[in-house]
């Protein structure tokens, strides 16, 4: 699967890749991120982010 997903982000020059979720109580989250930050290790390893802005993960207090 990552190997036709990074085929498709270079044959349409795609420039930002967007990553959905959702949080503990459902409600719908984004992050952006630049399409060369997605490579074979990001598939394996995922995407850390700051979370503290999440209902439902670590409280503000607790960002880095």
Excluded: C, Q, Y
Excluded at 30 to 52: A, Q, T
């Amino acid at each position: 699967m990552s190997e036709n997903t990074l085929k498709m982000i270079k044959d349409n020059e795609v420039t930002w890749v967007d990553l959905r979720f959702t949080d503990t109580k459902g409600k719908e989250h984004h992050v952006s991120i630049p399409s060369s930050e997605v490579d074979e290790s990001f598939f394996e390893d995922g995407k850390m982010f700051d979370g503290s802005s999440i209902e439902g993960w670590k409280g503000i207090n607790e960002s880095d």
